[in-house]
């Protein structure tokens, strides 16, 4: 979804027809959690497979301006969020750990994470949605 005009996040396009549904149910949690949403930047849900590595890479959903990040866990697998005080796959360290349980939302400041990836057989899905807050 997300684009810039003049080096603003604005609110782009959607390519599914399930968005508007997914995005009722986000707007509805933040309602209930006193979220002010200004611009949803991005939507997914993400599916994590297998891997022998402990999480994916650590990286920021985007850059160069503040914005957060809400995600539903929307089955009971492994695969945990990690949070982490760097970017840098060398030195980084974990800082907390969220593990997943189906339904369990989590609204979090742009920050360096990751996600960790399930059991073989197993796939993580989880709701994603980045967005800016009203000032």
Known sequence: ????????PVEGLCNSDY???FKRLFLRVCEE???AVKT???AAVNCTSYSPLKHSGIHLDHYGFEHYN????LNNVGGSTYFFDSTD????NIIAEIKPEVNKVVVFKGCPHAQGHCIEGEYRFVL???F???E
């Open 89 to 92: 796959e060398a030195t980084a």
């Open 128 to 130: 994603v949605f980045t």
């Open 19 to 21: 968005f508007e549904d």
């Open 70 to 73: 809400f995600i539903m866990y």
């Open 33 to 35: 959690e006193k979220i």
């Open 132 to 134: 800016t807050l009203k």
């Open 1 to 8: 979804l997300f684009r810039s005009i003049n080096d603003n």
């Open 40 to 42: 949803i930047l991005r």
